[in-house]
């Protein structure tokens, strides 16, 4: 008996330490948000994700496996953390834990509420004999009001850990067995009783981790050695039993007191989540299938891929087949030009010596490389439907200059002497009239 109020003593002394907080706590301030009801009884297997418009993770990261959801720690600051969304007002919770073993860590469910009343179940991972239980009333830290319960083998396999809670009393449960009652007179006269709307939280922390203060180390069994991990907790299953009906609750005073709670009326959300069922995962959808859709499915993939293989087949062929004839294209033309270039070098040419365009025209440049008589220019002969015939070739051709295209200056004209017969005013001459051309003396000026 001495050493279950020695463990009980510690026990409160650590979990005095351990201050929890409320976003909006209804004893300090007027109008908080309403608390979503449950107004359901309902059960839940952790081998899988739970619907996240009823649970939520608050720290940390869970695995579900097979064995249920597995809480682990790997090393400081990890605290996975699990909550319900929803509240329950007066209820019954059922939780199939098998508890981490470890110095320091602790395996832990809560209900709490926005005015911070409290009910916990703990298990010290250095300690393999006893289950302690615990009480707060409007967060009030009291030693008393701790509790530690004989029992083994909570490390080595899932155990059910029950609580029941009405406006009269708690009760606490392992394994259907009855283990703790608290009357609600006995809780300073009511007023330490909980008795507010509470949600319920489960998850695993390290007391012993070293930036803790001594006390709640000590409480823990000691400092955490986290080169001796990982250490898990896992969660099978639970159960969610909401005692009272409607869609919320709503504080109606700072009293905090179990009468001044407001039930209202309607469905609540969470019946129509349970209702409609969580939204399945992939995996879960695929496992639902049965035989004859899931090899329906498998066909048609088949099929499909096949489709999707022949389609690229037939694209890589075609651009092979035209790739394959632009080729062949281009050796034609590369055939031709060679064909070509040896016919230029077969008649002495250089192919490389061709040029694309002509070059310029340039009289002086013409005059200086000996392709024309400086002192002579030989004039066309004139048809009779030339406009040299006719017509003149301009004012500046009769004064004798022309206009060089582009120059800006004046470029020498050519001066001829007028012949028999020249009235067009050009000073060209026609002898005869018989066509034939005439040479002329040139004014080679500025040439």
């Not at 155990?159 to 449960?173: G, L, P, R, S, V």
């Not at 489960?202 to 070293?210: E, F, K, R, Y």
């Not at 990982?230 to 700072?254: H, I």
Request: charged content about 20%; hydrophobic content about 30%.
């Amino acid at each position: 008996m001495r050493a279950r109020q020695l463990i009980a003593s510690a026990a409160l002394v650590g979990l005095g330490l351990g201050q929890v907080t409320t976003k909006c706590n209804p004893l300090e301030r007027d109008n908080c948000p309403p608390d979503p009801a449950f107004s359901s009884d309902h059960v839940w297997y952790f081998n899988s994700t739970p619907d996240s418009h009823l649970w939520e993770t608050t720290a940390g990261v869970i695995d579900y496996t097979p064995k249920g959801a597995a809480f682990t720690i790997n090393k400081r600051g990890d605290s996975p953390t699990i909550r319900t969304k929803f509240y329950f007002f007066f209820g019954r919770t059922e939780l199939w834990l098998k508890t981490a073993s470890g110095t320091g860590i602790i395996s832990s469910m809560m209900w709490l509420s926005d005015d911070l009343d409290e009910v916990d179940w703990e298990f010290l991972g250095s300690n393999k004999t006893f289950a302690t239980t615990n009480y707060f009333g409007k967060g009030i830290q009291d030693w008393h009001n701790g509790g530690a319960h004989p029992m083994t083998g909570m490390q080595d396999d899932f155990h059910n850990y029950t609580t029941t809670w009405t406006k009269d009393q708690i009760e606490w449960f392992i394994d259907g067995n009855s283990v703790r009652v608290l009357h609600a007179a006995d809780a300073n006269d009511t007023r330490s009783f909980p008795q507010s709307p509470m949600r319920m939280s489960v998850g695993i922390w390290a007391g012993g981790d070293p930036s803790l203060p001594e006390g709640t180390r000590k409480w823990a069994g000691g400092d955490t050695d986290y080169s001796s991990g990982p250490f898990t907790m896992y969660m099978q299953k639970a159960q969610v039993t909401d005692y009272s009906s409607g869609k919320q609750y709503v504080f109606g005073d700072r009293s905090g007191t179990w009468e001044s709670i407001k039930i209202e009326g309607g469905r609540s959300r969470a019946q129509d989540h349970l209702e409609k069922g969580p939204d399945k995962s992939a995996g879960d959808k695929w496992n639902q299938l049965s035989g004859g859709a899931k090899a329906g499915i498998y066909t048609a993939i088949g099929v499909v891929s096949a489709l999707a293989i022949a389609g690229l087949l037939f694209y890589f062929i075609r651009q092979r087949r035209l790739g394959v004839a632009e080729a062949q294209r281009a050796e034609e033309r590369a055939h031709a030009e060679r064909h070509e270039m040896g016919q230029y070098e077969d008649k002495g040419i250089n192919p490389d010596g061709l040029n694309d365009q002509a070059p310029e025209y340039n009289a002086q440049e013409i005059r200086f490389a000996g392709h024309s008589d400086a002192e002579t220019y030989q004039v066309p002969a004139a048809t009779n439907s030339s406009p040299l015939a006719r017509g003149s070739w301009g004012m500046a051709a009769a004064a004798g200059y022309s206009q060089q295209a582009g120059s800006g200056r004046g470029s020498p004209a050519l001066n001829y002497h007028q012949g028999v017969g020249d009235n067009s005013g050009l000073g060209l001459g026609n002898s005869a009239g018989n066509g034939e051309p005439h040479h002329r003396s040139q004014n080679s000026r500025g040439l």
